[in-house]
């Protein structure tokens, strides 16, 4: 069975320091995808990066990039210079392939605070 | 751009009562998904849709019901409703690429206590 463990409940950073989420994931699929979102104190969840399990580089969009560690099972979210403005959960998701049909499986989430 | 819109945005519900939680986008997304958030917790998926007349559990289906008649509303019915469904509900589209890319997309989601 597919599974999304973040082991970290909640982190804090300085502002303008770079800050690592981590994320581990389990699947017998051998095709699957790795995506992060944020959701910020307003509620709603916004997609940041996808990766796929044959992509050969991490996946970059902007200040946040994917250390996607295959062998570790890992994928683990990068935000560079952070702002204030990151201060949000962050949730780690995996594809899932069953019956036919695309799913996503969510972890519990990481609580970020980024202090000026 | 719409993307995902979700109605009503807040509600309160005493325990029995039934509501619809509406949601439409206007991507063009054939699949479709209800997620509950639990305080301080992350996403179950509640029901999902493949496309028009499809629909399937997830994994917390039981009080829920869906229907999905157009490719852009997948309405969320509760009947009776119970405590133990007060929960932030999301609705979620997309169109997956393979196994692997299914970036979904969300609404802004339905906060929803039942007293």
């Known amino acids: 069975a597919q599974k999304i463990t973040q082991t970290q409940p909640g982190m804090f950073v300085q502002e303008k320091e770079a800050v690592t989420l981590d994320c581990t994931y389990d699947?017998?699929?051998?095709?699957?995808?790795l995506f992060w979102y944020k959701q910020p104190s307003s509620g709603e969840m916004i997609f940041l990066i996808y990766q796929g399990s044959y992509d050969e580089q991490n996946a970059t969009e902007g200040r946040y990039s994917l250390n996607f560690q295959k062998a570790r099972k890992s994928a683990n979210l990068v935000i560079s210079a952070s702002q204030l403005g990151d201060s949000a959960m962050y949730f780690c998701?995996?594809?899932?392939?069953?019956?036919?049909?695309?799913?996503?499986?969510f972890g519990a989430g990481t609580r970020l605070a980024v202090h000026p | 751009n719409a993307g995902v819109t979700q109605t009503p945005k807040f509600r309160i519900l005493k325990i029995g009562q039934s509501m619809t939680l509406q949601c439409a986008q206007d991507m063009n997304h054939n699949y479709m998904y209800w997620y509950r958030q639990d305080p301080g917790m992350g996403l179950k998926l509640i029901y999902y849709s493949v496309g028009a007349g499809i629909t399937d559990k997830g994994e917390v289906p039981n009080g829920y019901n869906v229907s999905r008649s157009t490719t852009e509303d997948f309405p969320l019915r509760l009947e009776l409703a119970a405590p133990s469904q007060t929960s932030v509900y999301f609705c979620a589209s997309s169109s997956p690429i393979g196994r692997a890319k299914n970036i979904q997309y969300f609404g802004a989601g339905t906060r929803l206590s039942v007293l």
């Open positions: 699947t017998s699929d051998q095709s699957y995808g």
């Open positions: 998701a995996l594809s899932a392939f069953s019956g036919g049909y695309n799913k996503l499986i």
